[in-house]
């Protein structure tokens, strides 16, 4: 739980210290910040597809169609 309220507090003190920067600064940094998040996103893609694709290649996952993983969510 002590983990959790210094996340909650470092979070708190980072936005505190963002609101001291210029406008301009902020904007900068949104910027950073969004480049960093697509590329997260990237990377977690990636990885997904790769292990779906070693799902396929082992056996644990085939293709399918809409109609059958819909059918085969249903039982």
């Known amino acids: 739980m002590s983990q959790i309220i210094e996340k ?11 609101e ?3 406008l301009q600064e ?4 949104i910027e950073i910040m969004e480049k960093q998040i697509a590329l997260k996103r990237r990377s977690e ?4 597809i790769s292990e779906a694709h070693d799902e396929y290649k082992s056996g644990q ?15």
């Not at 996952?61 to 039982?75: F, H, K, Q």
């Open 20 to 22: 001291t920067l210029s």
């Open 8 to 18: 909650i507090s470092n979070f708190a003190q980072a936005i505190e210290l963002i």
């Open 26 to 29: 902020q904007e900068a940094l």
């Open 45 to 48: 893609i990636a990885a997904s």
């Open 61 to 75: 996952a085939r293709l399918m169609t809409v109609d059958e993983l819909m059918a085969e969510a249903i039982e």
